[in-house]
């Protein structure tokens, strides 16, 4: 299996790292013709505005956009807002292939970084400790799209919709593999 890890700012290498640790062959995702080949893509976190600026730049919005279209991809933080299709007052560059509504900076200033326990079923009993920097979520979401976490009522930070998928925090800056490891099950269910 071959995972690509769009390199162009941001958490890449920290996603890299742990899809190594589970035996995934990576590639840095620059150019349109880094996505041949390859089985799924991660988003990874950053700052969103300057991927969607970079990613213009470089000729990519609209490979990524066919690429994701079909295959399994995965955005984080940066990487969710990127993949969704309505940011409410915010006008960049994205993707716009996940039917959510996202909020950036959700959190605001004031706790801008925090990490908290949450109970992901898809993950099994332990609760996962999820890691937010500046984190966005999701504030409304399709009846289509599978709701896997929530921070409160109204606080979507996980979801799926079919081989999409999207987290507001970042499962890299952890030991724990679980998240990963769930991306791969989706890969390898749309291969099978
Ligand atoms: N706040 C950033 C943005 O709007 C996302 C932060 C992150 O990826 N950690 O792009």
Same mark, same amino acid.
Request: contains cysteine.
């Given at each position: 299996?071959?995972?690509?890890?769009? %390199?162009?700012?941001?958490?890449?290498?920290?996603?890299?790292?742990? =899809?190594?640790? =589970? $035996?995934?062959?990576?590639?840095?995702?620059? =150019?349109? !013709?880094?996505?041949?080949?390859?089985?799924?893509? /991660?988003?990874?976190? $950053?700052?969103?505005?300057?991927?969607?600026?970079?990613?213009?730049?470089?000729?990519?919005?609209? &490979?990524?956009?066919?690429?994701?279209?079909?295959?399994?991809?995965?955005?984080?933080? %940066?990487?969710?807002?990127?993949?969704?299709?309505? =940011?409410?007052?915010?006008?960049? &560059?994205?993707? $716009?292939?996940?039917?959510?509504?996202?909020?950036?900076?959700?959190?605001?200033?004031?706790?801008?970084? @925090?990490? %908290?326990?949450?109970?992901?079923?898809?993950? $099994?009993?332990? &609760?996962?400790?999820? !890691?937010? /920097?500046? *984190? &966005?979520?999701?504030?409304?979401?399709?009846?289509? !799209? #599978?709701?896997?976490?929530? +921070?409160?009522?109204?606080?979507? !930070?996980? %979801?799926?919709?079919?081989?999409?998928?999207?987290? *507001? +925090?970042?499962? #890299?800056?952890?030991?724990?593999?679980? +998240?990963?490891?769930? @991306?791969?099950?989706? /890969?390898?269910?749309?291969?099978?």
């Amino acid at each position: 299996m071959k995972i690509g890890v769009l %390199a162009l700012q941001g958490a890449f290498i920290e996603h890299e790292k742990m =899809l190594r640790s =589970l $035996g995934v062959e990576t590639v840095q995702v620059r =150019l349109p !013709v880094h996505l041949d080949g390859l089985d799924g893509l /991660i988003i990874p976190g $950053g700052e969103s505005t300057t991927i969607g600026k970079l990613a213009t730049d470089y000729g990519l919005m609209q &490979p990524l956009r066919d690429f994701a279209t079909y295959k399994p991809t995965w955005g984080t933080c %940066a990487g969710m807002i990127f993949l969704a299709k309505d =940011l409410g007052q915010h006008h960049q &560059p994205i993707l $716009g292939l996940m039917d959510v509504t996202v909020n950036r900076n959700a959190f605001g200033r004031q706790i801008d970084s @925090f990490e %908290a326990d949450l109970d992901i079923a898809v993950l $099994g009993e332990t &609760p996962y400790h999820a !890691v937010f /920097i500046r *984190a &966005p979520v999701i504030t409304q979401a399709a009846p289509q !799209v #599978e709701v896997l976490a929530k +921070f409160s009522d109204d606080q979507i !930070v996980a %979801a799926r919709e079919g081989h999409l998928l999207a987290t *507001a +925090f970042h499962p #890299e800056l952890t030991n724990d593999t679980r +998240f990963h490891t769930y @991306f791969l099950g989706m /890969i390898k269910s749309s291969e099978s």
